[in-house]
């Protein structure tokens, strides 16, 4: 009988729970796998959607991951300037075969040290600063370099979280999974990328200036507490 | 100045999560609305993916949706023998523009006696069921009958609710969040519906045998209830 395979995601307050909440989807029907949700404390975390999860472990307290997960949203900018947490993603990281992000997560990951050479994804709001912190960006909805595995926006992480699974527990346990979860999608759009055919040009310009102006600066000083050391 | 659009969800134990987490997602990033979950109390309340949700709101208190949801999940077919739960669906649903499920909360919504003659659909493995409630079952990923809309399993959620926003807020409103959501999806297989050429056709006959076996006697119970006028 070997352990189960255990999946760690951090949670934090104004998280898009919806990063977190499509991939621990996946996660629960995985066979003989035991997923947790891990932040500073035990206590009601607010996310984005208006109303709180409760984390399962503390970063205290978490088992070491086999798999660690990073959500985003707006507040995981804010985990840039949270040693702590930064700290607990990398050595969590450290001991895991593997190291994800969904969207914006992949800052906290970028943060963290991890992502120096990588080629990576995030959010396409967003994607332009992820070379800030080092990391290659790549255009993909799922991009995997090595044991680093990151996705774009929000809803991609479904579709990581089933290619991750394929991965670790081969075809048929992912494909079963989909059909659980009726994944045949049919958005009522073409509309789920800046270069879709109807996405909406001027909103793209938008997003893209609004995520520059409100987090270039803290990317920035995470890149330069990674190449100051102060941060390991 | 118009009051804000109000979206009420019901939240319970054993929840499947990513029914209620995915539509709410949604109703999030809708202008002037305001989303609740609503449970008998506030607490944390076990979803099935092994973390807790706390409710905004209690059945008590909760304000007159607008539109009014209901996500599914093994704990859904509790409610059908949950008197409470019952009479805040039917209560909510007598003030709401717009009466909702995704996945087997079709069944609370039967339950609570407003599928009656209404085509609706369910997840894919207990649709059959949905017949013994008085709906028309009907096979879509959302199926719309006046003012009814049904989603189908728990990741038609997403559509349902950009669907519904399209409906609600016109079409330009839910583009742009489609595009927030980077909701182009890529699921790995061709594996999301028990006729896609992927899906393990021994997995979809034992899910509806285990449907038909866990659920049709509690289905049939409350089948009974409504027309005996018990539950009225």
Redesign the interface.
């Known amino acids: 009988m070997t352990a189960p395979l255990r999946f760690v995601s951090v949670l934090f307050p104004r998280v898009?729970?919806?990063d977190l909440?499509?991939p621990?989807?996946v996660?629960?029907h995985l066979p003989d796998a035991?997923?947790?949700?891990a932040w500073h404390r035990i206590e009601?975390v607010p996310t984005?959607?208006?109303?709180?999860?409760?984390?399962?472990v503390t970063f205290d307290d978490a088992p070491q991951a086999d798999v660690l997960m990073v959500p985003g949203g707006q507040g995981a900018f804010d985990l840039l300037d949270d040693a702590v947490a930064l700290d607990f993603v990398r050595r969590q990281a450290a001991g895991a075969r593997y190291v994800t992000s969904v969207?914006t997560g992949a800052f906290v990951l970028g943060a963290a040290g991890l992502l120096g050479g990588r080629r990576a994804t995030t959010?396409?709001a967003s994607h332009p600063l992820l070379e800030v912190l080092g990391a290659v960006p790549e255009h993909g909805?799922?991009v995997r370099d090595g044991n680093v595995f990151t996705g774009?926006?929000?809803?991609?992480g479904?579709?990581f979280a089933?290619?991750l699974a394929?991965k670790i527990y081969g075809?048929?346990v992912?494909?079963?999974i989909?059909?659980?979860?009726?994944?045949?999608?049919?958005?009522?759009?073409?509309?789920?990328?800046?270069l879709?055919p109807?996405?909406?040009a001027a909103?793209?310009e938008r997003?893209i200036a609004h995520a520059r102006a409100t987090r270039e600066a803290i990317v920035r000083r995470a890149a330069d507490r990674l190449v100051g050391g102060v941060s390991s």
Request: with cysteine; charged share 15%; net charge negative.
């Open positions: 898009t729970q919806l909440t499509g621990v989807e996660f629960s035991v997923s947790d949700l009601p984005s959607a208006g109303f709180s999860i409760l984390p399962t969207c959010h396409w909805r799922v774009g926006g929000v809803t991609s479904i579709d089933l290619r394929a075809d048929n992912a494909r079963s989909q059909l659980g979860l009726e994944y045949a999608p049919a958005p009522p759009f073409d509309a789920g990328t800046p879709a109807e996405a909406d909103q793209v997003s």
